[in-house]
């Protein structure tokens, strides 16, 4: 596909619906509701100028991207992962909802998500000695640092940003703050002692280089991608559908 066209986008919308009409049982690990509701959203922002304009991004400079044949279905499924992705933190620990921010327009929870997303197995610096630090240049922050920063990753590669996929107030909250990533660690911090003792275990228990930290984020990472594929494949069913029914229409049958 050249160019992502108006019959590409409809392909796209009709996932959503389609989604609804797939069996639970198909799979275990994903919620099918939960995936068409983040997949009608992601479709509705992703190609909407409006939903970047919240963001206050150079619209031309979208436009280029969104011309690139393989940059509208890889933002879609960029969108869904980390939509799917936030929705299962929020699920697990639900009174991130009323934590406030640590910056105006720049949730607490939205940090936990993609921090959560963005460590991996290897994660090897504790958090949790950075915290107690509270030196955000110090090696001990040196991951969560590297973490805010792919956080809050927008100029090259929007698409890949967790905040501007799930957040955009993050996105302008971002912009505003001279010294970006620090700054930002700082404001965290800061927020994470607001938290009371109880909710502020449970986060590490998420975000810790432990091992049981590492499985569960694991297991949330391995949820979302399998959600992500369950619309791939929903999604070129229906693409596979659509082409049967031309085909049928020139036989005319």
């Given at each position: 596909?050249?160019n992502?066209?108006?019959?590409?986008?409809?392909?796209?919308?009709?996932t959503?619906?389609a989604?609804?009409l797939t069996?639970m049982k198909?799979d275990?690990?994903v919620?099918i509701?939960?995936?068409a509701q983040?997949?009608?959203?992601c479709?509705e922002?992703?190609?909407s100028?409006?939903?970047?304009k919240r963001?206050r991004?150079?619209?031309?400079?979208?436009?280029?991207y969104?011309?690139?044949s393989y940059?509208?279905e890889q933002a879609i499924?960029y969108c869904?992962?980390?939509?799917y992705?936030?929705?299962?933190?929020l699920?697990?620990?639900p009174?991130l909802n009323?934590?406030g921010?640590?910056?105006?327009g720049?949730?607490g929870?939205?940090?936990?998500?993609?921090?959560?997303?963005v460590?991996?197995?290897?994660?090897?610096?504790s958090?949790l000695?950075c915290i107690?630090?509270?030196?955000?240049?110090s090696?001990?922050c040196?991951?969560?640092r590297?973490g805010?920063s792919?956080?809050?990753?927008?100029?090259?590669?929007?698409?890949e940003?967790y905040?501007?996929n799930?957040c955009?107030?993050c996105?302008?909250?971002?912009?505003?703050v001279?010294?970006s990533?620090?700054e930002?660690?700082?404001?965290?911090?800061k927020?994470?002692f607001?938290?009371?003792?109880a909710?502020r275990?449970?986060?590490?228990?998420?975000l810790?280089?432990?091992?049981e930290a590492q499985?569960?984020?694991?297991v949330?990472?391995?949820e979302?991608?399998t959600a992500?594929?369950?619309?791939?494949?929903?999604?070129?069913?229906v693409?596979?559908?659509e082409?049967e029914r031309?085909?049928q229409?020139v036989?005319?049958?």
């Open positions: 596909m050249k992502f066209t108006v019959k590409g986008l409809i392909t796209l919308l009709v959503s619906s989604l609804l069996p198909s275990a690990q919620n509701n939960r995936l983040v997949a009608k959203s479709q922002d992703i190609f100028s409006n939903y970047y963001m991004f150079d619209r031309n400079s979208i436009n280029q969104l011309k690139n940059i509208p499924s869904i992962h980390d939509r992705h936030y929705s299962l933190v699920t697990k620990y009174w009323s934590t921010e640590i910056l105006p720049y949730p929870s939205v940090v936990v998500g993609a921090l959560a997303n460590f991996d197995s290897s994660h090897t610096t958090i000695d107690a630090n509270q030196d955000v240049s090696q001990e040196s991951e969560t590297f805010i792919k956080v809050n990753s927008f100029i090259n590669y929007w698409y940003s905040a501007v799930v955009p107030s996105v302008v909250a971002h912009n505003e001279s010294g990533r620090e930002i660690l700082k404001a965290f911090i927020w994470f607001t938290l009371d003792k909710q275990r449970e986060l590490i228990s998420l810790g280089d432990g091992d499985e569960l984020r694991l949330i990472r391995g979302a991608n992500v594929n369950k619309y791939s494949e929903v999604r070129q069913g693409e596979e559908q082409q031309r085909r229409e036989l005319g049958n």
